[in-house]
């Protein structure tokens, strides 16, 4: 046998000794520059501490890069990522908590797939401060919204196939007791969004709906292949324009009293 053998097998085991501490134990700052560079600085993890699979940080929402606009979700988000399996192929899990919003840990599973990938959202609810999205920056930053968002889903499946995007499963979205600080009325109203997956697998629908308020809001929209397509109005109530004016000017085409929302 080669002298250097020995030598050659120790040294190959340091190594492969270090990757797999590396990998364990990958601090939690590198998923962290991996969200920020992602997102484009939108959705940063300040902060981080613990590792890679299992950890907590801070949770901020930006204008993106250069944007001095910024927003913070208090108490901020613990995480914990494992191996598993889905239908006999190798995925990972994901556990996110948010102590001030989610009343069970937010659950999900990603897996590749020939030409994309599949993830997998469990039933969950939450409920969120509204003033998050002013970090967003434009038109949030604006806008300025006060409120709660809530979300209930009972179970999402979202694919990405050569690029298109397809979705399974159903997504509710309330917007309570909303505020803006370009209107002198409190509350606006509140709202409800349902998000819902066609048949076909390839066409989701969105649906808007006024639950009460002065602002009535109502409108309808497609998301096809990775494309939204939204048609909506916003409408003061009578006696209520005034109060409105300012707002109606900014979140859509002003027609009369109304102001006609479109995307796509």
């Known amino acids: 046998m080669n002298a250097r053998w020995p030598s050659r097998l120790a040294w190959t085991g340091a190594v492969l000794g270090l990757l797999s501490a590396l990998l364990v134990f990958a601090p939690a700052r590198w998923l962290a520059s991996y969200i920020n560079a992602a997102t484009a600085d939108q959705l940063q993890l300040v902060n981080a501490r613990g590792t890679v699979w299992r950890g907590q940080a ?25 191996p598993t399996l889905v239908s006999g192929l190798p995925a990972m899990a994901l556990r996110l908590m948010a102590p001030c919003c989610t009343v069970q840990p937010v659950e999900l599973t990603a897996r590749p797939r020939l030409g994309g990938a599949e993830v997998r959202l469990a039933a969950f609810s939450s409920r969120w401060p509204a003033e998050l999205l002013t970090g967003l920056g434009t038109p ?18 979202l694919r990405w196939d050569s ?18 600080r370009l209107s002198t009325l409190r509350p606006l109203g509140s709202y409800r969004m349902d998000v819902r997956a066609e048949a076909d ?35 003061a109530a009578p006696d209520s324009e005034p109060a409105l004016n300012n707002l109606l000017n900014i979140i859509g085409r002003r027609q009369g009293p109304r102001s006609l929302l479109n995307i796509g």
């Open 140 to 157: 949030w930053n604006t806008l300025r919204m006060e409120g709660q968002l809530s979300t209930q889903t009972e179970g999402l499946t």
């Open 58 to 82: 801070d949770l901020m929402f930006t204008g993106g890069q250069g944007s001095q606009t910024r927003t913070t979700l208090p108490q901020g988000v613990q995480w914990r990522i494992s």
């Open 163 to 180: 690029g298109r995007a397809s979705m399974q499963g159903e997504l509710a979205v309330e917007a309570q007791d909303m505020a803006s």
């Open 201 to 235: 697998g390839n066409t989701t629908t969105l649906a808007l709906k006024t639950l009460s308020g002065r602002l009535q809001l109502q409108g309808q929209g497609q998301w096809v292949g990775g494309r939204l397509r939204f048609k909506g109005v916003a409408e």
